[in-house]
């Protein structure tokens, strides 16, 4: 089981990246919103969150390996689950995962069965499936942080989303801990270094100003 690639990315086509390790060279699919934020890294060395799963119909004989990537643990974890629902797959997922995770996981936990059917292949039945199945798994996926560019470090995005998890266990609501961390970004000209200079400049924006 192959669980994580690190190498040269070469090539980035549609849904697939081809990744240089060593003599040898995997071609990796992605979804859209992985593909995004990989535009910027040709030729840099990067690493991928991988699921490894078989493709084909065995009762013809023709089954091929395949893998599919991704920058963060959460999004393979939430790309796992989304296969799970009866009626979806790897192929679809990948399809279908056009969106962050972030954006996708709001709209699963608001039951917003309208915001999914938007999804490539995703028609109303398959959103109110995934909506019964998922709902209440949703909560930290919700939470995570979108880059909002390919420059962005996968560091960064796991700083902000333990600052979520910090404001939810301070008893912060999931939209509250949402906003706080949005605003918290748009002020900051560059990159936090840790959970606790994220609350800092949270606690700073919400302490009244002194006359």
Not at 111 to 130: C, F, H, M, N, Y
């Amino acid at each position: 089981m192959i669980r994580k690639i690190t190498g040269k990315l070469c090539d980035l086509r549609n849904q697939e990246a081809s990744i240089e390790v060593g003599t040898f060279e995997y071609e990796v699919l992605i979804p859209e919103f992985v593909r995004r934020q990989l535009q910027s890294k040709i030729d840099e060395t990067i690493t991928l969150m991988t699921i490894h799963y078989i493709d084909g119909n065995p009762q013809k004989g023709r089954l091929t390996p395949r893998l599919v990537g991704f920058l963060h643990q959460a999004e393979r974890e939430f790309f796992e689950l989304i296969c799970l629902v009866d009626g979806v797959g790897v192929k679809k997922a990948l399809q279908a995962m056009v969106r962050p995770v972030q954006e996708v996981a709001t709209a699963i936990e608001e039951q917003d069965a309208k915001q999914l059917s938007t999804l490539p292949g995703i028609g109303p039945a398959v959103a109110e499936r995934i909506i019964a199945k998922l709902r209440r798994k949703m909560a930290k996926f919700a939470l995570l942080v979108d880059s909002g560019s390919a420059s962005e470090q996968r560091e960064d995005r796991d700083v902000l989303n333990e600052a979520s998890e910090a404001l939810l266990a301070l008893g912060h609501s999931q939209s509250d801990a949402r906003d706080k961390i949005e605003k918290a970004t748009q002020s900051r000209k560059g990159k936090f270094k840790s959970v606790e200079d994220v609350l800092q400049s949270i606690y700073s924006q919400q302490r009244p100003e002194q006359n």
